[in-house]
């Protein structure tokens, strides 16, 4: 799958809106949950660069391993991130959709100083160190990790990660499995009686 195919899959899977985590919490709640990657379990010290970019490599393996995905990135001041990790991975410029500008609105003061990069690549464990440390040390601007396989999709910052799991199944499996991550505060909306709080809905 090429990025353009790739693209036009999650324009599909996500209505269009741009690969932003913050942003598709709220279009996409129903699917979404939020691991705290930065936060110790035992006493809530954050953690250090390396080990906050590892914990992003164990969450995302678990959704993707044996996949192709999508990386896609929005460096929004682009004289001001460092695309390096990006293009060793082979990420180019591409053209957003429409959409994404028209979403981005307020976030994206001049579209003149932003630049669009994406990858389409097979999923294995490791291939995104180098980026995986750039995000933790807040070098690169927003990205997403998506799979047009499974809808599912990643989407990692300086502190944590927004992730989107289509089925109620496996994000109660995501959930236990990372459960040591969780936000200590509890997550907003409404949750389903016994459910655990990574599974958000069914």
Known sequence: MNVQEAVDAWQVQY???????FMLRFSHEPVWTRVNCL???ADGALDD????????DSVACALFTGTTVLVVAIQLDASHQDA????????????????????????????????????TLGWQRGCLDRLWLAVARDLVGRMAIFCPATGDAFCPYGGGADVFVWGSERRAKLGERFKAWLPAAPLPGP???????????G
């Not at 990790?85 to 180019?92: D, K």
């Not at 591409?94 to 976030?107: F, R």
């Not at 949750?191 to 809905?201: C, K, T, V």
């Open 49 to 56: 660069d390396r080990q906050t970019a590892s914990r992003f």
């Open 191 to 201: 949750m389903p009686e016994s459910a655990h709080p990574l599974a958000r809905r």
């Open 15 to 21: 209505s269009g809106q741009p690969p932003v985590g």
């Open 84 to 119: 390096t990790a990006l293009r060793e991975i082979g990420a180019a410029a591409i053209a957003p959709p429409e959409t994404w500008i028209t979403g981005l609105g307020e976030y994206l003061p001049d579209p003149n100083r932003a630049a669009f990069m994406a990858a």
């Open 39 to 41: 936060r110790d379990a």
